[in-house]
């Protein structure tokens, strides 16, 4: 299947960009601990303990970057391996088809989804993390 461009009339969401920031930002702050802290499933990670208050600041600091950044939204169906290959986050557990729809959030994230986005980054406003509990 060749990819074909979806329009981006539906904005992504703050998730796939909190999903890429967390690993970035526990690996700044204890890189000796990163491997223990976040385990990798496959299609995202999974905390086995709660993050301190510090590293949801950080996270929260990173995420708010990128939205006022103000990056461009686009959307492309494609096939589940060339999602995969195009480094495409599969959140929630949710299943899938053959073909799925890919968003990405300029080149700084990317998820299968289908849900409602926007067209840019900075359409979201801003995130506030209240709390973060593991697993």
């Known amino acids: 299947m060749s990819p074909s461009v979806a329009p981006p009339v539906h904005p992504v969401g703050g998730a796939p960009i909190v999903a890429q920031a967390v690993p970035d930002i526990v690996a700044q702050a204890a890189p000796d601990e990163a491997d223990k802290v976040l385990v990798d499933v496959g299609d995202g990670w999974y905390a086995s303990s709660a993050l301190p208050p510090s590293v949801l600041s950080d996270v929260e600091a990173r995420v708010n970057a990128v939205l006022i950044e103000n990056l461009p939204v686009h959307a492309e169906v494609m096939t589940q391996e060339e999602a995969r ?50 697993g």
């Open 85 to 134: 290959a195009s480094g495409a986050m599969a959140l929630f557990g949710e299943k899938y088809g053959e073909a799925v729809r890919v968003v990405s959030v300029g080149d700084w994230a990317r998820e299968l989804c289908g849900g409602t986005h926007a067209q840019r980054s900075g359409q979201l406003g801003l995130v506030k993390l209240l709390r973060h509990t593991a």
